[in-house]
């Protein structure tokens, strides 16, 4: 019997939800993906059909987040903002859509994201990794650089940026305080590094 379009929707919504719930209960490393396919009501095998590896499906819950964070910063953005503001806007959105997934938020994130050599490469994480930068570009082209930060500055934006991850991952401050200041100073360094001007200093530009 041929599977529909909506079935398969329907079966990889459930997947991704069985997959959270047993990530944040059990734990990311813990769980495998026949205990993902029992819980969605499939067999071991058919889930491959959906998400090659667990690491995918981890990366695939960060990737939809961050897709939503930044769907929420383009409606929030008002335009008055300076280049720190709205890249801090621009982080902070995604931070906010990310936050149901802290609990395993670091495991993926290892896997997928890692900044060392790897034998294989997350498609997902490496597409998110290219949407990303890319508004960072877009952002930055707004603020008057008519060519795009070079190799390395963007390497140096892509460092910090997954600093700023680690550490809002397992930040228990009071509402991440501490975390908004990483973000923060993070950011007037990286501005300082593609304007060649010093940063000023001053308060985190908004909540997470």
């Known amino acids: 019997m041929r599977i ?6 329907e079966s990889r919504a459930r997947i991704l939800e069985k997959a959270a719930e047993l990530f944040a209960g059990k734990g990311f490393e813990d769980t495998t993906t026949r205990d993902i396919a029992l819980a969605a009501g499939l067999a071991a095998g058919t889930m491959f059909n959906y998400f090659p590896s667990k690491e ?3 990366m695939t819950m960060v990737t939809d987040a961050l897709n939503q964070g930044t769907e929420d910063f383009r409606h929030r953005r008002t335009g008055e903002e300076d280049l720190t503001e709205e890249l801090f806007l621009f982080i902070a959105s995604g931070l906010r859509r990310l936050h149901p997934l802290r609990p395993f938020l670091g495991p993926v994130l290892e896997r997928s994201l890692s900044p060392f050599p790897r034998k294989t490469v997350c498609q997902e994480g490496e597409a998110a990794r290219l949407r990303h930068l890319d508004t960072v570009q877009e952002i930055i082209s707004r603020h008057g650089f008519t060519e795009a930060p070079d190799y390395v500055a963007m390497t140096i934006y892509w460092s910090l940026y997954l600093g700023i991850l680690a550490f809002w991952s397992s930040d228990e401050s009071r509402n991440q305080e501490e975390s908004k200041g990483l973000i923060d100073y993070s950011l007037r360094f ?3 590094v593609i304007s060649g001007a010093s940063a000023d200093t001053g308060e985190p530009h908004a909540n997470i």
């Open 190 to 192: 990286f501005v300082q």
């Open 4 to 9: 529909t379009e909506q079935a398969k929707q």
């Open 56 to 58: 995918t499906l981890g």
